[in-house]
């Protein structure tokens, strides 16, 4: 089975195809550094970064590529309040937005551009927009002049009177169209600037990410993604100077992901309900973020709540435990010729299920459900009395693997029991044996301090692991 994407585009769903065999060439848009990310930032970086896992999964080789908008009205305001050089806030919060995000799980990308970084290439894209006749210099300013490039508005599936309708020209402007929009902006008192063949200015938002994704992807790129807010105008405009300066294609496959609701609510800074990504991860384990944002299809809206992430707390927890449980019970397991085929075929079955629901537009939600059903079945054939050390493995290995494909690690089975903690659980069996259920109620305390819960069944001592 195709992998079959989403495009916001076309509004279907659509069999993926890329431009070179066995190679993706994918760019998301990054954070606007100037303060740390919230959590509606932190949703797209997981997002995506499960879909390049799950690419890669499948044998794709991709091209990741995130960029970081470093200079802008908002981290010069921020600079100003701080009292502070623009790329000295920009830097301290690049750094903050990477060791957030690697707590979460997410890959580092093959590159990740900045605009002061690429501001040669922006002023030549610019400089063959105005010789195209696509854009024009005003007084310092350079526009794109939006009625230029006929297929304006499809990504928003708006037409351009509709968008006409609702567009205005500020104070200071000098556009042509109320619908054109601003590719390089003149200096003003005080601000940062570069030199360029209009005057000291600086880019346009929308500029950066065409100049950008042409540089490290080339002309025409796989998938072009970001957050649902980024629709229109950011991906627009991206499409309609991309497209009318290269004469090509911008992106063949565009993914929005959905927003995030407070307690019901619309995640919003004037409503003062947005939670820092930073305080999170210090607050929760990363791995039950991550497994949270994955708990619904990344294009509908999710609503957070303290309750909801106790939830996928507990749900992520299950998970764990059946691997743990699975390689405890490991340890006194043999192999059963001619009874391992049905539950070997059966976990098999398993895998196949996750790919067929994460071939249909990286529907996680439904591939959590496959992982609960794998453990369950888990759970179910360590009642047997006896098991395979083959069966066991394999349930293993296909619970460790599709974890791997959310993003989430299991511990490395040297941090399961370490010798002290064997020890004391051989101590109990023994003490249990010789009725001192005094010393076993003791131990049992002990290991209940060291995280491990221990539960007595008729096949013996199993333990799992409790909450950190």
């Known amino acids: 089975m195709a992998i079959r994407i989403y495009n916001t585009l076309t509004r279907k769903k659509e069999a993926f195809q890329t431009l070179e065999e066995g190679k993706v060439r994918m760019y998301v848009c990054g954070p ?6 919230h959590i509606g930032n932190a949703r797209p970086a997981i997002v995506f970064d499960t879909v390049r896992r799950y690419l890669e999964y499948r044998g794709y080789e ?60 922006i002023i030549d894209f610019i400089a063959k927009l105005i010789e195209k006749g696509h854009a024009y210099e005003a007084d310092g300013d350079v526009y794109f002049k939006t009625r230029s490039f006929d297929g304006y508005g499809k990504l928003s599936h708006q037409s351009i ?28 008192p005080g601000e940062i600037a570069w030199d360029s063949p209009w005057g000291k200015g600086r880019p346009g938002w929308h500029i950066e990410c065409s100049a950008m994704a042409k540089k490290y992807l080339g002309e025409t790129i796989d998938i072009h993604a970001g957050g ?8 627009e405009n991206e499409i309609a100077q991309s497209e009318a300066g290269n004469g090509k294609t911008f992106a063949n496959y565009w993914m929005h992901n959905g927003y995030i609701n407070i307690d019901n609510e619309k995640m919003s800074k004037s409503l003062g309900n947005f939670v820092l990504a930073h305080d999170l991860i210090e607050q929760h384990e990363p ?43 490991k340890q006194s397991s043999t192999n059963l010729d001619g009874e391992e085929t049905d539950w070997l075929q059966k976990i098999g079955t398993y895998q196949k ?23 369950k079945d888990a759970n179910v054939y360590l009642q047997s009395n006896h098991t395979s050390e083959r069966v066991i493995e394999k349930f293993q290995e296909s619970i460790s693997s ?18 002290e903690i064997e020890e004391l659980i051989q101590k109990r069996i023994e ?10 109620d003791k131990i049992r305390d002990d290991l209940k301090e060291k995280h491990i819960i221990l539960e007595d069944t008729p096949q013996g001592t199993r333990w799992k692991r409790g909450q950190l």
Do not use: C
């Not at 294009?299 to 435990?321: M, Q, T, V, W, Y």
């Open 287 to 329: 791995d039950v973020v991550r497994f949270f944002m994955l708990s619904v299809h990344y294009r509908n809206p999710i609503n957070f709540s303290e309750e909801l992430l106790e939830g996928a707390k507990n749900s992520l927890e299950r998970i764990k435990n059946a691997y743990y449980n699975l390689e405890h019970r």
């Open 228 to 235: 649902q807010d980024l629709t229109f105008p950011h991906h």
């Open 62 to 121: 991709v091209k990741y590529v995130l960029n970081f908008t470093d200079v802008d009205d908002k981290i010069i305001k921020a600079a100003r309040e701080l009292g502070e050089d623009v790329p000295i806030v920009a830097e301290r919060f690049i750094h903050a937005y990477l060791d957030d995000v690697k707590a979460l799980g997410v890959k580092e990308a093959a590159h990740h551009p900045r605009v002061t970084e690429t501001m040669d290439e």
């Open 353 to 375: 299920r996750f790919v067929s629901e994460m071939d249909d537009d990286f529907n996680t939600a439904n591939a959590i459900a496959v992982l609960f059903d794998l453990t």
């Open 161 to 188: 009177d509709e968008l006409r309708s609702g567009a205005r020209i500020q104070i200071g402007e000098k556009k042509q169209d109320p619908l054109d929009f601003a590719l390089w902006k003149q200096v003003k």
């Open 431 to 440: 003490a249990r044996k010789n009725k001192d259920f005094a010393l076993a």
């Open 402 to 419: 599709l974890l791997i494909v959310l993003g989430i690690q299991l511990a490395e089975d040297e941090d399961l029991l370490d010798e």
């Open 32 to 37: 606007t550094v100037y303060n740390y990310i």
